[in-house]
């Protein structure tokens, strides 16, 4: 198919078919390799010796490559080629989850970790853009519900596997399943789906912003998740400040380049802007939760691993069934609703397994930890597939992989900050993991937190988010900026596209 066919495809066809399939093989890849890992965290503690810090390393080297570079891989994509590079991401995260299957100790393991976030980081929003650039205007709140869903039941699905693989061949099997996932995903990808690019983007790649992200990234990382074994030592406070001033380095780099990987112009969009807010807190949350609770779970609770798994499984079914109508519910009633409900549900959800400790069991799974999953489940049901057709109808098509790189910036960065401050913020000590009464109280100090979260996402999408009346579809986007409508993206001829991550 050629890349003149791109822009015109329908869901319903064979094409639009195989681009769904191929997009969400893709994402899911990224998505399970963020969340399965959860489930495996205290089988390789005990296998590799390791204390919370590794732990929290073994996730958090993989989202800050991820967070930090993926502006970067939409750019790339944009200019060279959505598709090449969401194939070359695909076969680099492939390889990258060889060798974590393959790692010896800790050290390699967290290194390998950090390389499948860069594949993560080309695939990632190329898996979007590809969508958003490939489907029919009509199609294309549908074609992302779709994504959405089953993108989600690849992340939801992830404990549920991990603890399978866990508990049977081992936690390695946790990494070498994505190559199986990765051979199908390739030649689909090549064979089916159409090439797309923005033909105004240009100029030199902001390589200096990459770097500049992730290091401020990585030092703000290290210093929260340092700090509780080393305590306020010169190396933690000296990479909390480097951290906080390679920030402040990016942001001046950005808003003086003439070709910045971030332009400012972007966020000229209140929409766009306050989307990404509610994308930070939302995703900060749930990376906190899933973290924390599929340890909660086996330390505390009981569970095998795979129990702990299963658990988390009614999450999966619901976003199964209902993600594609939540996106298409949201295009008729605008996303203000949608996004204010959904965190408040699954905040609910949250609290709610506050009631699983000590004294669970396996056997009260049916009132502890059930109801607590349902409520979490319909909350991300109601506002992860809005969310993502929100940002990406804010902007320009030619700008749909710099949209889908910076919301999944926010998404990746929030989980990473999550995982390494909410440990630090609840008093867990290096060993925690390893004490289950140390683990329970510390657990019920960092689900309030949570919750406090998704209210602040709910709280911003209410006063800054606004459902356009029924006579405003065809607002068009610079109206964004004032009333928060969410309307069919301009042609390129009649808005300037940015230079996409030049």
Known sequence: MSAADTGSIRVASPVGRWVVLTTVLGSSMAMLDSTVINVALPRIGEDLDTDLAALQWTVNAYMLTLAGLILLGGALGDRYGRRRVFVVGVVWFALASLLCGLAPNAAVLIAARALQGVGGALLTPGSLALIQASFHPDDRARAVGLWSGFGGVGAAVGPFVGGWLVDGPGWRWVF???LPLAAICVPVALRHVPESRDPAAHGRFDVLGAVLGALALAGVTYALIEAPGRGASPLVIGAAVGGVLLGAAFVRV???RPDPMLPPSIFSSRLFTAVNVVTFCVYAALGGFFFLTAIQLQVVAGYSA???????LPTTVLMLLFSAS???????IGPRIPLTVGPLLAAAGMLLMLRVGPGASVGSYLSEVLPAVLVLG???????????ATVLGAVDVGRAGLASGINNAAARAAGLIAVAALPLLAGMGPEAYRDADEFAATFRRAMPMCAGLLVAGAAVAWWTVRTAPAGARGTRPECQVHCGVVAPPLEPEHEPPARAGA
């Open 176 to 178: 070498l399943l994505n």
């Open 254 to 256: 950005e808003r003086r």
């Open 306 to 312: 795979l129990g702990a798994g299963t658990a988390l």
């Open 326 to 332: 939540a996106g298409d519910l949201g295009r008729r």
């Open 378 to 388: 319909l909350g991300m049901v109601t506002f992860v597939a809005p969310l993502t």
